[in-house]
């Protein structure tokens, strides 16, 4: 077995978005595009000399075969252990948690979360680093800098190993240990949530569908829900991970998962249900007769985390990504607590929980978690509803009803334009970001802006300063519109504009979300020439 040298020349366009480097399938198979990626992940890292790194994925086409180049070219670079899910499979979350619990230097984790998977559909390749969470923009953009001058990389001149093979084995110089993907993780949930609690509601006879999407998910939920909690066999749907994902779109909304939605619509359909996307970072929460968006879920979470084991003193604080809605600020506000206003995308949640200023975040497109790893986490948010539901005994629409009783409601809905020209998108943007400064005061569609302006972020741990996060616009009465660029597709642009109004408790609480966002939508379509631009007036996805 030998370590080679490889010339290469750099490819075009190798820069981590809002969560790693996502392509089409055909361009991450192109000869010598991963090993520039990861070549350039090891050269911004120091190396990797004497480095212990966790490698898995959402299981999906190009998975397996992505792994085993990954390897090679860990112990060509000197890595000194890697550790692999078996048969390559390791959720987001799972990974995350390994890094930490094994103490690693970082982790490469292969996903396209949400985007479908097959050979003509999407892949992904993200670095975390050593807390468990996404490499922070300063390591992505070194990342990006080394893909630019890129001239050979390292690997083995070898067979591939067989992943499927529970254990320690040596790769070179590099030790491989597979190990099962669900068990550390399935452990720190029995630490976090009152397993015991949760499996007497089952035994109440308390009914739950669980649909993971023929993704990374089933043999966690299966482990986890079936046999751990002892929900009845056929609670987890779609279990079975597939390369891909039976030829769906394991994206956890009311369009994707549609099915299910339909199912708890019924009157004797399921008490609770949820699913889980790609890779088992995002979640989606139903109760019987209702969908509750994730920023309401967030500010519930937030205001009945207490009654899980692992919060039962408090929690410290709670993120929300700008354009979330800001249901969870009121909950904070009334627990005394901070709430932080970070940019899309996990990495910004790193130093606030690091630091302890934070224990609950979330964004808007179906993420939750917590300071128990460094990334959402779709199975811990199922099991933190299921706590609440089983310590307060009421359903999902129950306890709703009564958060929005207490702090009002905020309506709540992202529209997003798909595909569409990336010029006109960039067009539409630069436009809007003109017009800001003239904007307050003006009223448009009936509704007088009160502010404006483009989101920069500025880390309170560490300094740092993230621009040109999305461009806010504050209506009278506490309506908002933002607008920004969505930093994962992988066909030209895709333009998400996020709707938001308050209800206070005294208010009309029980509105058609979209009926009750309208004039808000109108107003940002009118402000933003979303038509002359895009060419469109409705969006492909709303949730
Ligand atoms: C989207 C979401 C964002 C999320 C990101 C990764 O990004 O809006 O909230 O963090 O996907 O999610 P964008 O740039 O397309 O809006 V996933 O489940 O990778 O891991
Ligand atoms: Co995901």
């Not at 949530?193 to 993971?212: H, V």
């Not at 099991?383 to 310590?391: D, E, H, P, Q, S």
């Not at 569609?445 to 621009?467: K, N, T």
Request: charged content about 25%; proline content about 5%.
């Amino acid at each position: 077995m030998t370590i080679v040298t490889h010339a290469c020349t750099p490819f075009e366009g190798q820069k981590p978005g809002t969560s790693g480097l996502r392509k089409k399938t055909r361009v991450f198979m192109e000869p010598g595009y991963v090993e520039c990626f990861v070549q350039a992940i090891f050269n911004a890292i120091d190396g990797a000399e004497g480095k212990t790194f966790v490698v898995g994925g959402d299981g999906r086409y190009f998975n397996a075969e992505t792994i085993q180049t990954i390897l090679r070219m860990a112990s060509a670079n000197g890595a000194k252990r890697a550790i692999v899910g078996q048969n390559g499979l390791l959720s987001t979350p799972a990974a995350s948690h390994l890094i930490r619990k094994r103490g690693a230097q970082g982790g490469l984790i292969l996903s396209a979360s949400h985007n479908p998977g097959g050979i003509d559909a999407d892949f992904g390749l993200k670095y975390n680093v050593s807390n468990g969470g996404p490499a922070p923009e300063s390591v992505t953009s070194a990342i990006f800098e080394q893909t630019t001058q890129i001239e050979s990389f390292r690997t083995l001149d070898t067979e591939d190993i067989d992943l499927s093979d529970l254990g320690e084995s040596k790769l070179g110089e590099m030790k491989v240990e597979i190990v099962d993907p669900v068990a550390d993780y399935a452990k720190l949930m029995e630490k976090i949530f009152d397993f015991d609690a949760i499996k007497a509601l089952f035994q109440a006879g308390f009914t739950m569908r669980f649909d993971a999407m023929h993704a990374v998910t089933g043999p966690y939920a299966k482990a986890i829900l079936e046999d751990k909690l002892g929900a009845p066999e056929g609670t987890v749907l779609n279990g079975r991970p597939s390369v891909d994902f039976g030829k769906g779109h394991p994206d956890p909304n009311p369009i994707w998962a549609k099915a299910l939605v339909d199912m708890v619509m019924e009157d004797e359909g399921p008490d609770f249900a949820a699913a889980s996307d790609g890779d088992g970072d995002r979640n989606m929460i139903l109760g019987r007769g209702i969908y509750v968006t994730p920023s309401d879920s967030l500010a519930v979470l937030a205001a009945n985390a207490h009654l899980a084991p692992g919060y039962a003193d408090g929690i410290a604080g709670v993120a929300r990504s700008m354009p979330t809605s800001r249901a969870c600020d009121r909950v904070a506000d009334a627990m005394g607590i901070a709430c932080f206003e970070t940019p899309t995308g996990w990495k910004f949640f790193g130093n606030l929980l690091d630091a302890g200023k934070v224990t609950l975040c979330g964004e808007e497109s179906a993420g939750t978690g917590s300071d128990h790893v460094r990334e959402k986490d779709g199975l811990w948010a199922v099991l933190l509803w299921l706590n609440i539901i089983a310590v307060k005994g009421q359903s999902v629409l129950h306890i709703l009803r009564d958060h929005w009783k207490e702090y009002g409601r905020n309506y709540y809905s992202r529209h997003d334009f798909e595909a569409v020209d990336a010029a006109g998108a960039a067009d539409l943007m630069s436009a809007l970001e003109a017009a800001l400064p003239d904007l307050p005061g003006q009223s448009v569609a009936g509704l007088r802006i009160e502010e404006a302006d483009q989101f920069s972020y500025h880390d309170p741990v560490d300094g740092s300063v993230s621009r040109n996060q999305g461009l806010r616009i504050t209506f009278e009465g506490g309506a908002r519109g933002v607008l920004r660029l969505s930093g994962t597709g992988t066909e030209g642009a895709t333009l998400r504009v996020y709707l938001e109004r308050y209800e206070p408790p005294e208010g009309d609480l029980e509105i058609e979300t979209q009926a009750a966002l309208a004039q808000v939508a109108a107003a940002v379509a009118t402000l933003c020439d979303l038509e002359k631009h895009t060419g469109r007036t409705k969006p492909d996805v709303m949730t």
